[in-house]
């Protein structure tokens, strides 16, 4: 491993008491110092994460590195604080790992492994996993309701929480806010307000929306100002110690400030791409850093998968354009009366940019409020002959269940589009893992039509979408994050290409086989096909049926499969709560016996991109294994 290229060692170790309200001048040099020191190193080891192509946010890290620097101050000269950098953000997980380093707990050098698989460096912080780590923060806006039992934990101390604008959307923080003021908690929020988040800038899409505002009005005491002005930062910090209750201390700010080409773009929440990085870099100085930037390359998956074609595309992209291609064959003034379509702050994520894109009139750009929106799409939807689409990740589908249950009960139709489903390229790790997407029927035998589709090729995506576009109901499309192949015939034609018309609620036969067989959707299909083809080889005749209607029973497959000898359910959905869990009980209920197991994800996650499926003995060689282990 090569040697951390920017001397960490210079960090400065202040000390800083809330006794004192002002700086002195060699306490605002070397923050300043400290700083700049930080803030170049995030620069690099974030864009080392670009450069390997695992990507990795580098814009809220580096903009929050000012309060993060007087916090560690604060923590050295005191113990009336409970000492963890608490942030509700988790994609600032850089400041995690970088704070790690400064405290001792892991080497500079590790920093440059950043978001690699196996490295204990996933793209959100995971107690227990990362050295030096002290908290998990899911996903985003989770973070001050926790913090609020961990004041009240601590009565005799100060907590901070460092929050941002667009974590601040989510309901959660409401709810927090008025518990910490209620009970006078002495909480501490400090917002990195930049007008940034994904799609763009809060102030254009949320119009009238003030975080500042919205805090006052659940009581919250709230001190606002400049960011990079230091002085008046810490100003603002010490005040808020010296203020009982809960206070937010809102940082305005651009995003990047300071790194040309990204300073106030949305491009800066996410990775800085390499030549920005590049550019930063160069004008500090750091020739030996950019030398490692250079020669950094993405490790790559050489394996070759038969059964299926050399052409990739992704699902979660291929959901727009078919939507586009439906909406198409409407007049405007049709889609203005019958459809909606409300982002949650993903458009670029999940495919719904094709349809902001295309037809304007009937997209709402929305902040990350996935509750709300997915609610505000139902409530489109009441009305026979209207729908609302609704888009954001798998792993959120956990905070809509109320809200899918209402929308059931209000006979609502919605067809939600739920990507980055399962483990597949999922950098970001456990806590962005989609693996309950089952929970999404949760209705009684007689409620309202919910069916649940997961298209295992882009090609069965376009059919998915435009057979079931006008039905009635709840229609969850599931996609992930990573390409997947073109899946082919035994003949190498293309098995859902040509005239194939997708069927909803029926199971296909992808290969016959006379000894069991597999049974798997989504992306876990073309492994599972590759193993299939492969255990054909060596003389093991096992078929492969795949079930793109997850939550429906076609009972004609389903009698084909129990008379097998064995039957083995492939999936990354989550193995407690997926279709493994379910199937068996199918199979038992109508006297099928045939040797039974099923596996999915079982277990944290290992960082990186395509290698959590071997992680999870979820690849062709475990499929093989476990079809070898059951005969």
């Known amino acids: ?8 060692g210079a960090y400065k170790r202040v000390s ?10 060699d306490q605002k040099a070397a923050l300043k110092a400290n700083i700049q020191l930080c803030r170049d190193a995030i620069v690099f080891f ?32 005191s113990n009336d604080f409970v000492p963890i950098f608490f942030d509700e953000a988790g994609h600032r997980v850089a400041t995690q790992y970088l704070m790690s380093v400064l405290n001792g707990d892991m080497p500079a050098e590790k920093l440059m492994l950043y978001r690699e698989a196996h490295s204990h460096l996933p793209g959100h912080p995971e107690l227990g996993f990362t050295p030096g780590v002290k908290f998990s923060s899911g996903r985003l806006g989770h973070m001050w309701p926790y913090v609020n039992g961990v004041a009240m934990a601590n009565p005799s101390k100060t907590v901070f929480c460092l929050g941002s604008d667009g974590s601040q959307q989510e309901g959660d923080d409401a709810e927090a806010a ?38 006052r009005g659940h009581g919250v005491t709230v001190l606002e100002g400049d960011g990079e002005d230091i002085d008046g930062l810490y100003a603002r910090i010490i005040q808020a110690i010296n203020t009982e209750g809960p206070v937010a201390v809102i940082n305005h700010r651009k995003m990047c400030p300071g790194i040309p080409g990204i300073e106030g773009s949305n491009h800066g929440h996410d990775v800085i791409s390499v030549k920005h990085a590049i550019e930063y870099l160069e004008a500090r100085g750091y020739t030996a850093a950019i030398e490692l930037l250079k020669s950094a390359t993405p490790a790559k998956q050489n394996y070759t998968f038969k059964g299926s074609s050399d052409k990739w595309d992704a699902n979660r992209n291929v959901f727009g354009d078919a939507c586009v291609a439906v909406l198409g064959k409407m007049s405007e003034e049709e889609r203005i009366a019958k459809v909606r379509v409300i ?24 902040g990350i409020m996935e509750r709300g929106n997915f609610s505000a799409a139902a409530g489109f939807g009441m009305e026979k002959g209207k729908q609302g689409i609704f888009g954001t990740f798998s792993a959120f589908l956990e905070m809509n269940i109320s809200e899918i249950t209402m929308a059931r009960l209000n006979n609502s139709n919605v067809l939600s589009h739920y990507s980055h489903s399962g483990i597949d390229d999922m950098a970001d790790n456990t806590c962005h893992f989609g693996l309950n997407s089952l929970f999404a029927d949760n209705g009684l035998d007689d409620a309202y039509a919910t069916n649940l589709y997961f298209p295992a090729d882009p090609n069965q995506m376009r059919a998915c979408v435009e057979s079931v ?44 086989g006379t000894q069991g067989y597999i049974i798997s959707f989504g992306e876990a299909l073309y492994r599972a096909l590759d193993a299939v083809e492969r255990l054909k080889e060596e003389g093991i005749d096992i078929g492969l049926i795949n079930k793109p209607t997850l939550n429906a029973i076609d009972e004609d497959m389903l009698a084909k499969v129990g008379k097998s000898p064995l039957v083995l359910i492939v999936e990354s959905f989550n193995r407690k709560t997926g279709l ?21 994800t079982h277990k944290e996650g290992c960082g990186g991109l395509w290698e959590q499926f071997p992680h999870q003995g979820l690849d062709p060689v475990g499929i093989i294994a476990k079809i070898k282990s059951m005969r």
């Open 1 to 8: 491993m090569a040697q951390f290229p920017i001397d960490l």
């Open 16 to 25: 800083l008491t809330a006794g004192n309200p002002t700086l002195s001048p």
């Open 46 to 77: 974030t864009a080392t994460g670009a450069a390997r192509g695992v990507g990795g946010h580098t814009g809220g890290p580096y903009d929050t590195v000012p309060e993060v620097m007087i916090l560690d101050a604060l923590f050295r000269g």
């Open 178 to 215: 008025r518990l910490s003021v209620a009970q006078g908690l002495n909480v501490k929020l400090l917002i990195d307000d930049n007008d940034v988040t994904i799609a763009g800038h809060p102030s254009h899409y949320l119009k009238g929306c003030s975080t500042a505002q919205t805090l």
């Open 343 to 366: 982002d949650s702050d993903l458009e670029g994520s999940c495919g719904l940019i094709k349809i902001h894109n295309a037809y304007p009139e009937v997209f709402i750009s929305s």
């Open 469 to 512: 576009f006008h039905d009635e109901g709840l229609r969850f499309i599931f996609s992930t994050r990573s390409k997947t192949p073109i899946i082919l015939d035994e003949n190498g034609n293309e098995r859902f290409g040509g005239d194939y018309k997708f069927v909803s609620g029926k199971d296909e036969v992808i290969r016959e």
């Open 580 to 600: 493994g869990s379910r199937y068996g009980s199918w199979l038992l209920e109508r006297g099928f016996t045939p040797k039974f197991a099923h596996i999915g």
